[in-house]
């Protein structure tokens, strides 16, 4: 009986050490908020960038964002020890990605669609730069390319509540059917928007075999 009763109070208080015990968090305390300025939000103060060209992979759509409020983020991020160490590279610029450059062309071209109606899509009465968003969190991703065999780090600010830039996404698939293409090749609604803070040695993307989305969550960020 008393074997019984000792054992018993020996795992209660493990149990108790193991609850009290602080959680070794090799992301940094993630209890913690990043406080971001909320006029990151108000994307129809800058204005709309059209991106086009004769090259592989310049041609996109994206939603401006005014990188002054980002810098902060990027500060932080790249200064912590356990997320850049000082070792991330940033555009100097900020953006929302809407159409991918492989949608593009891959996918869009091909079918007729151009980007010089992509953009009078998105710029008339500036609707995609009065887009409506919200922070979800601080986004990492990380992997070992398969071309290099190089570590490779991007970190993100994830997105949600984005209905509008699924909108334009809609449209341009409305159009992209209508001149022929192949619906099952262009999904609207298959959509990760994020604004990349910076990244180690290059960006990263889906064809590198990584997810932008919630599932990347490392801290929660709040605007204020």
């Given amino acids: 009986m008393r074997i019984a009763t000792s054992l018993i109070a020996t795992l209660a208080l493990v149990a108790s050490t193991v609850l009290a015990a602080p959680n070794d968090n090799k992301h940094g ?4 908020a990043i406080v971001m300025n909320k006029k990151v939000l108000q994307t129809s103060k800058v204005p709309f960038i059209p991106h086009s060209g004769t ?7 994206g939603l401006n964002v005014d990188f002054k409020y980002v810098k902060p983020v990027f500060d932080l991020v790249s200064s912590t020890p356990s997320l850049g160490n000082g070792t991330l590279i940033s ?3 900020a953006h929302v990605t809407i159409i991918l450059p492989t949608e593009y062309d891959q996918i869009l071209k091909p079918a007729g669609v151009t980007i010089q109606e992509l953009n009078a899509m998105a710029s ?3 609707r995609l730069q009065r887009s409506r968003i919200r922070l979800e969190c601080l986004g990492r991703v990380q992997v070992v390319t398969k071309s290099d065999g190089e570590f490779q780090q991007s970190l993100q600010i994830i997105l949600k ?3 509008d830039l699924i909108r334009y996404r809609k449209e341009v698939f409305k159009l992209y059917v209508k001149k022929g293409g192949n619906p099952a090749l262009f999904a609207p609604d298959n959509f990760q928007p994020h604004i990349t803070i910076g990244f180690k040695n290059r960006d990263i993307f889906i064809e590198d075999g990584v997810y932008k989305g919630k599932n990347a969550c490392i801290q929660k960020i709040v605007s204020k």
């Fill in 29 to 32: 305390n993630q209890n913690k």
């Fill in 55 to 61: 090259d592989l992979f310049s041609n996109w759509v």
């Fill in 91 to 93: 555009r100097g610029e």
């Fill in 124 to 126: 008339r009465k500036n």
């Fill in 161 to 163: 509540d984005y209905k």
